[in-house]
């Protein structure tokens, strides 16, 4: 007769884990698992801004393609842009080679700004913040997939700013997926110019063409303590930047241990990316009623923030299942979302 | 007390000690190694201004203090040895028997000399044994043959090996016996042992300074001189082939006990002879002894291994 033991083995795959200890080595999820696409198909993120595009309409035009508009003049991208388009004029002025942009027609673009900082590189469930982030921009991608929308996406590392070119269909959709899948890990303890601030900043400005824009982040600034609702955090600013133009969607996506302070013992804690160490005991009842208190104070004031930023905002969990919880953003969004981005008073919709 | 450095039964034991700075080492290492472990986390901004911060020093205090257990208990394995006070009685009564040649005659039986060392050995006998005695050689030149000590088997040694010798000096005699007194154990204070002199002698001073100068010496140390009277008038030894006549000189010894303080008894009534300890005070001194200190280091040890337990429980989370 087998005695039972009164606990179950562990799991052979232990997801992310593992980045509470190290950071992790490689994405955390394959490219196929990121959305369900057939599943998303039925579904449809509604656009309530008008995008670009004078002679044709709205979003549900019929016309594909880029268009033949001039648009602003960008630096020239090695291996991403056309020669053909290359602005001599401007790159005979500027003595640095640029690319006019044409304006393609009245189809939606997406841009999706990814935050791979360290911070991102953690999660206790299945898969990482950052893998979770990629997740939620390929469910969104896919719900957008509607004849010549075109999605782009910039990954922000904290030493640079990777632009993912916007391009329309599945395809394009999967090579921009699994060009994030593959970013290299960032480091602990990378430093450099780009914080959330900045590269929302560079959203804003770099990506001229109106249409939605997708800032995926924990939202949390490295060394900002503040709990009031009223102060405002050093992203916010960029954030109503991006939305006077926009119509922008926060995700921000957190972990549950994040939200609920762990029961560990005591523990070494330190920070990926600020030189915080610190032995913390974490089976102090009262320090982790204070902790999940000041979390949710905090969590709150990141939405307080986004929301007077005028941006939608959707909080996606590691441990639960962000397609399910997409969807039922998306649903509720097509009666909330007229009013959710109505633009700042004096700046047409 | 504990002699510093102290010596070793057994020093090559010491080396163990070279496993102290090993495991200092050890302990460093690991603790740089964990600063690379622990645990990542997030949202550290909001988590060092909400969570109080961890002291380390009941952990370096622990590992500390086990060292210190390890140390003192190193010690304890080679066995060191430290001095200790023991406490000892230091009323002390120096015997100065007379081994001038005078001592061989043979008025008394068998000899002036076996009647004085028989008189002196009854007398040990009798003694408390918590009295320390001493022995002092009356002739030309005095010594002190036992320094004060309980150990009547040593001073019936003593007093049986004396031998004859030249000449008399009792004033020396006396000064050394005073000499001997201050052997005795010290006190908490330096003041002299309480004592007694009980000199044994047929008294014919022949050298050296004034038996009654030395009397007056031991009256102002408060030191009582009882003396013993040995032979009689007709006393007679040969020495180099010619009698010589040798009287007692009892005045002189009289003089000298009742200058000092003291009595003067025929070899009569040496029963009476209990006086001179029942006259002196007791008193308690205390004398270092060389003594292995193992228990003392052991007992440091445990204490701080008792200590280092309670800091390293004290360290887990959940203290009821």
């Known amino acids: ?349 | 007390m504990i002699e510093w450095p102290p010596t070793f039964v057994n020093p090559e034991r010491l080396w163990v000690l070279a496993l102290i700075p090993l495991m200092i080492a050890g302990y460093i290492f690991l603790v740089l190694r964990k600063k690379k472990t622990g645990m990542r986390f997030t949202n550290t901004s909001i988590l060092g201004r909400v969570v109080p911060k961890q002291s380390q020093w009941r952990r370096h205090l622990a590992v500390a203090l086990s060292l210190a257990a390890m140390f003192a208990l190193s010690f304890a394995w080679a066995r060191p040895n430290g001095i200790e006070m023991v406490p000892r009685e230091r009323a002390t009564v120096v015997l100065v028997i007379d081994v001038s040649q005078s001592m061989q005659a043979t008025d008394v039986k068998p000899s002036r000399l076996d009647a004085a060392k028989a008189a002196a050995l009854t007398f040990i006998k009798a003694l408390p044994s918590q009295y320390n005695v001493s022995l002092v050689s009356l002739a030309g030149n005095p010594s002190v043959r036992l320094p004060p000590t309980t150990d009547r088997v040593q001073a019936t040694q003593a007093i049986n090996g004396l031998k004859l010798q030249d000449s008399t000096s009792v004033g020396e005699a006396v000064y050394t016996a005073l000499a001997a007194l201050q052997l005795a154990p010290k006190g908490t204070d330096s003041s002299p042992a309480p004592g007694a002199v009980v000199l044994l002698s047929d008294g014919q001073n022949t050298a050296g300074r004034s038996p009654m100068q030395s009397a007056a010496e031991a009256k102002t140390q408060g030191v009582p001189i009882y003396t013993i009277a040995y032979g009689t008038d007709n006393g007679y030894v040969d020495l180099d082939g010619k009698r010589e006549r040798v009287p007692p000189d009892k005045e002189l010894l009289t003089n000298i006990a009742n200058t000092s303080g003291g009595q003067m008894y025929t070899a009569e009534d040496l029963g009476q002879l209990d006086k001179v300890y029942n006259n002196i005070r007791s008193e308690v001194g205390q004398t270092p002894v060389k003594k292995e200190t193992t228990a003392l280091w052991a007992g440091y040890g445990l204490a701080f291994a008792v200590v280092a337990a309670l800091a390293a429980v004290s360290l887990g989370a959940r203290w009821p």
Do not use: C
Not at chain 1, 275 to 288: G, K, Q, W
Not at chain 1, 319 to 338: E, K, P, S
């Open chain 1, 1 to 349: 007769m087998s005695v039972q033991p009164g606990f179950a083995p562990p799991p052979e795959d232990l997801g992310a884990v593992g980045s509470v200890l190290a950071e992790p080595k490689s994405a955390t999820i394959p490219l196929h698992k990121l959305a369900p696409e057939a599943a998303l198909r039925r579904l449809e993120l509604t656009i309530v801004r008008r995008l670009e595009g004078f002679l044709h309409g709205d979003h549900q035009g019929l016309l594909p393609g880029p268009g033949s508009e001039a648009n602003d003049a960008r630096a020239y991208v090695p291996g991403q842009d056309d020669v053909r388009k290359i602005d001599w004029a401007v790159t005979a002025r500027t003595t640095v080679p640029h690319v006019r942009d044409t304006i393609a027609d009245r189809e939606l673009e997406i841009w999706a700004l990814l935050d791979v900082t360290p911070s991102m590189n953690w999660g206790t469930e299945g898969v990482t913040k950052r893998d979770l982030g990629i997740a939620a921009i390929a469910t969104i991608g896919f719900l957008s997939q509607k004849m010549g929308d075109r999605f782009g996406g910039l990954i922000m590392r904290p030493d640079e700013i990777k632009r993912l070119p916007a391009q329309s269909g599945r395809t394009a959709l999967y090579g921009l997926l699994r060009r994030m899948l593959t970013e290299p890990i960032v480091s602990d303890h990378t430093t450099g110019p780009y914080t959330l601030a900045a590269g929302v900043q560079r959203l804003a400005r770099a990506e001229r063409r109106r249409g939605m824009r997708v800032v995926v982040s924990d939202f949390l600034t490295p060394g900002d303590f503040e709990l009031d609702a009223n102060v405002a955090p050093e992203w916010e600013r960029p954030m109503r930047e991006l939305a006077v133009r926009n119509q922008v969607l926060a995700v921000e996506v957190v972990d549950r241990h994040e939200v609920e302070f762990a029961d560990v013992g005591e523990l070494l804690i330190r920070d990926p990316e600020t030189d915080f160490e610190r032995y913390v005991n974490t089976s102090d009842e009262a320090a982790r009623e204070r902790m999940d208190a000041a979390t949710a104070a905090q969590r709150e004031r990141v939405r307080v923030a986004l929301r007077r930023a005028g941006a939608a905002h959707i909080q996606l969990r590691t441990d639960r299942d962000w397609v399910h919880d997409i969807a039922r953003f998306v649903l509720a969004y097509r009666r909330t979302a007229g009013m959710l981005h109505q633009p700042p008073a004096g700046v047409t919709k």
